[in-house]
């Protein structure tokens, strides 16, 4: 049987295969080093790359945006007086409003001066009504023939054009109470007022104001004054 039938490879064809496989090796290994380099150096230039160009956790890699400008500048409030702050809870005595035939009886703390141009008015608070600290008022309003309801919007739209006043700011309005912030000028105080109306029994023309201010650390003596005084009031 010939060599080339037989299916069996002859020992020259063996030697010859493994010649050229030994000259053949030095060769893919080089070629093969020299891609496994190639690989390393883009890998790393790859990580390289990307630490330099990753944003920062929870930022993005887009161009930062400017900084929006207010669209009304806002001017910080001045410091408040240093003044004892309003507390709740005070002793009331009852006093007395109007004159004959159209008076409404009330309370005011105990200890506190009022200040009044006319017996319809009356201005409360503490003795000497340090400028800036606190207070209330009461009025009655029955000559000016307006209903409680609309009470309530004059006062607003007044406020609003006041001179002194500035930068009125709403946080309740319901059919008899109006509760605002505002700037105080000239001292840039910020300001809280709180007004009330009632009508005449059997009535809905407002026929008594009353009106409670001060600082922000005072909001829970002036709620609490109001809501007193208001379920005080009694018509003579």
Partial sequence: MSEQSSGIPSSGASLDAMTTARETAPRLAASLGIVLVALLIGVAGGFATGRFTEAEPGLTATEPLEAASPSVPFTPYSSDVLFPTWEPDLDYQRHVIGSRGFQWSYLVPKGW????????????????????????????????????????????AALRVSVGVTDVRVLQQTQDTLAVTYRALPQNWLRYNTFRWFAQ????????????????????GMTDLLDTVSGSLQPL
């Fill in 201 to 220: 029994p059997g009535s809905s023309t407002a026929a008594v104001e009353i009106s409670v201010n001060g600082r922000t650390v005072d909001q829970p």
């Fill in 113 to 156: 001066e009022s200040l009044h141009s006319s017996p319809n008015e009356y201005k409360w608070g503490v003795p000497g009504h340090p400028v800036g600290s606190y207070g209330y008022r009461i009025e009655l309003v029955l000559g000016d023939h307006e209903l409680v309801a609309s009470k309530v919007v004059s006062k607003l």
